[in-house]
């Protein structure tokens, strides 16, 4: 089992940057791919970024790509997302994920992959 807690949401500006943390325990966690997916007013959830679990590849959705960074502190037990220049539509609640099995090395955007969900933070961006 994995426990997600995910801090950082907010309300800002389009063009500011915000910081998301997701603080994970339960299982060793240099063991575990993580990701990051929101969802949008109205619409399916979406796949943002996640990280491998040795940090060695990323992947990030089409729309936040080169305006987000996903990043992992072993030492802190937590993923990161460094959202930059921020648009009205990346308003959304974003989830933190962990993948189902230890040490998943597939497909970093499937979120099939993941079994584990935080409770979700809202971000909202207003023009």
């Known amino acids: 089992q994995v426990q997600l807690v995910e801090s950082g949401g907010g309300l800002l500006q389009a063009g500011g940057s915000l910081r998301l943390s997701c603080a994970a325990s339960?299982?060793?966690?240099?063991?575990?791919?993580m990701g990051w997916f929101r969802q949008p007013p109205g619409k399916e959830r979406e796949f943002v970024a996640a990280?491998?679990?040795?940090?060695?590849?990323?992947d990030y959705g089409g729309s936040v790509k080169g305006r987000f960074t996903i990043s992992r502190d072993n030492a802190k037990n937590t993923v990161y997302l460094q959202m930059n220049s921020l648009k009205p539509e990346d308003t959304s609640v974003y989830y933190c994920?962990?993948?189902?099995?230890?040490?998943?090395?597939?497909?970093?955007?499937?979120?099939?992959?993941?079994?584990?969900w935080g409770q979700g933070t809202q971000v909202t961006v207003s023009s």
């Open positions: 994920a962990a993948a189902r099995s230890a040490y998943y090395s597939g497909r970093l955007y499937l979120e099939d992959a993941y079994g584990y």
């Open positions: 339960g299982r060793t966690f240099s063991s575990v791919t």
């Open positions: 990280i491998s679990w040795n940090g060695g590849r990323t």
